[in-house]
């Protein structure tokens, strides 16, 4: 495809099954440890690029300065000739609210870029530049269950399962819309830095991590809901116990909590994962989505219920 200066692409938020929480020290932003994701289906960031005088950012509508963006950008300017570009973006969901939006949102970027100044990356490529945006980003440049892991020096992300493979839902608990006290970059090197859990939760999560995959390549659900909510949970003590302390959660994840494990009590299959911010992300059979949406919907502080699946790979949708 001819490089035409101008491009569209969409990616997707994922939900990681074992949790992100650490960098390697040095360069190229490399996570300490393996994570393992579902890349969603149902919410998107579509972002077009094109050659302008200068760099300019659109985000939702309004013009905006990001930090991580620009730093971006100059780094991929060592690698690459690429001129000023404009760039217009927009996420269909909650942005800087624990959604995952710098994820898709950088996912979305690359594969933009790739697209429109011809850099001629392979979907590999594109991932590990990705990673140097938001480490989450590499994984929503693929679809399906997808792991972030350490091979030949360098931290890379691939699929380990298409989303065909285990068509599960996840359905997500709107719990406030409000952007983030500390973002996901700080809360992690606060949490190195402070928490007394940090080296356990480095350790533990190698072995999280083999024990999910098995899960996953097995489609045994209980299995992953025990070692993903280990996870997840894990998460929130190292942020709990960092200091000072950081408390994502507000009083409607914890009512979300508290509701789905009634409802798993009764016999549902669900198990819930949090990330940096408030919002409660279910996973559960298809067939059992309807019951969880219907029970997160009720719960006090609850604004929203949005239902998705595993979804694709990021995707240019326009190359010019
Ligand atoms: C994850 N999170 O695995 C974890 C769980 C949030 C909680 O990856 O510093 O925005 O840009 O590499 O990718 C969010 O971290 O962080 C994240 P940077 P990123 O999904």
């Not at 549902?268 to 990330?275: E, H, L, M, R």
Request: with cysteine; net charge neutral.
């Amino acid at each position: 495809m001819a490089a035409r200066g101008e491009a569209t692409a969409v990616a997707h938020p994922n939900v990681a099954l074992v949790k992100y929480w650490g960098k390697q020290a040095g360069a190229g932003n490399r996570p300490a440890t393996p994570s393992l994701s579902v890349t969603l289906s149902g919410i998107a960031t579509t972002t077009r690029v094109e050659a302008a005088p200068a760099d300019r950012l659109w985000l939702n509508g309004k013009e905006a300065q990001d930090p991580k963006i620009a730093g971006f950008l100059a780094e991929l300017r060592t690698a690459f000739d690429i001129p000023g570009i404009a760039i217009t973006t927009g996420n269909d969901f909650p942005t800087g609210a624990g959604l995952a939006s710098s994820a898709s949102g950088f996912a979305a970027l690359t594969t933009a870029i790739d697209a429109a100044f011809g850099l001629g990356l392979d979907r590999a490529e594109r991932s590990v530049w990705a990673r140097r945006g938001s480490a989450s980003a590499a994984r929503s440049i693929f679809g399906g269950f997808v792991a972030l892991v350490e091979r030949g020096g360098e931290s890379v992300a691939e699929t380990v399962a298409d989303a065909d493979h285990w068509p599960l839902a996840v359905t997500v608990g709107v719990a406030s819309k409000q952007v983030k006290s500390v973002g996901s970059t700080a809360g992690m090197e606060r949490a190195r830095a402070t928490s007394p859990f940090y080296n356990a939760w480095t350790t533990s999560t190698h072995d999280d991590f083999s024990v999910a995959l098995r899960a996953v390549r097995a489609r045994d659900f209980d299995a992953l809901a025990e070692v993903a909510e280990h996870s997840s949970m894990k998460l929130h003590a190292l942020t709990l116990t960092s200091r000072p302390a950081i408390v994502y959660w507000a009083p409607a994840t914890v009512a979300a909590l508290h509701a789905l494990a009634q409802l798993r009590s009764a016999g549902t299959g669900v198990f819930a994962s949090i990330d940096a911010g408030p919002q409660v992300k279910a996973f559960s059979a298809l067939d059992d989505a309807d019951d969880v949406a219907d029970a997160l919907a009720t719960v006090p502080g609850i604004e929203r219920v949005i239902r998705c699946s595993i979804g694709p790979a990021a995707a240019v949708t326009d190359a010019g």
